[in-house]
């Protein structure tokens, strides 16, 4: 069976950092380009970053680029997202998904607060 | 950026009836569209893909059409557990981006 375990979300504070992890299983993480995606009540769903098969190409969101790093390690089946200078407007729930198929974790709570 | 525009924001049907959602594309991105369904404390899950082709799985009533700029999404003979939020996803082109939802009542 397909798994993504995301997990690294927690409370933090305006302008500080957090780096997630995404644990993948269950398909061939190698050959799979590979998603961030958020959400909230008031936006609902924001594609946040993709990363290519190889790690070799990115792409992020206008909201969250230069601020964002997607990253991950394929000897690991590891997806990566770190994040910095957060804000308040970041505060969401943090989805791993290859969103051309139908592969999502459950998620992971980011609060930015002080 | 192409933006997705999705109507109705929000509607109430009963069961057994036929309900359709709509997905606008500001540009053509060909049949590069999926249809997700969420229910609350759950990650979406995709009903459609390729605009009209079913997901393995997903009940025969679910239905996809439309190409270009146009994608529609209807659920026929509707069922109290279709009560959920549905959404668009356009991946032709980043960023990818998604309609604003749909929230499905049954009555």
């Known amino acids: 069976d397909v798994q993504l375990v995301e997990s690294g979300g927690g409370l933090v504070q305006p302008g500080g950092s957090l780096r997630l992890s995404c644990a993948a299983s269950?398909?061939?993480?190698?050959?799979?380009?590979m998603s961030w995606v958020r959400q909230t009540a008031e936006k609902g769903l924001e594609w946040v970053s993709t990363?290519?098969?190889?790690?070799?190409?990115?792409y992020y969101a206008d909201s969250v680029k230069d601020r964002f790093t997607i990253s991950r390690d394929n000897s690991k089946n590891a997806l990566y997202l770190q994040m910095s200078s957060l804000r308040a407007e970041d505060t969401a729930l943090y989805y791993c998904?290859?969103?051309?198929?139908?592969?999502w974790g459950q998620g992971t709570l980011v609060t930015v607060s002080s | 950026d192409i933006q997705m525009t999705q109507s109705p924001s929000s509607l109430s049907a009963s069961v057994g009836d036929r309900v359709t959602i709509t997905c606008r594309a500001s540009q053509d991105i060909r049949n590069d569209l999926g249809w997700y369904q969420q229910k609350p404390g759950k990650a979406p899950e995709r009903l459609i893909y390729a605009a009209s082709s079913l997901q393995s799985g997903v009940p025969s009533r679910f239905s996809g059409s439309g190409s270009g700029t146009e994608f529609t999404l209807t659920i026929t003979s509707l069922q109290p557990e279709d009560s959920a939020t549905y959404y668009c996803l356009q991946h032709s082109s980043y960023p990818y981006t998604f309609g604003q939802g749909t929230k499905l009542e049954i009555k």
């Open positions: 998904a290859r969103v051309t198929t139908n592969y």
């Open positions: 269950g398909f061939t993480f190698s050959s799979s380009p």
């Open positions: 990363i290519s098969s190889s790690g070799g190409t990115t």
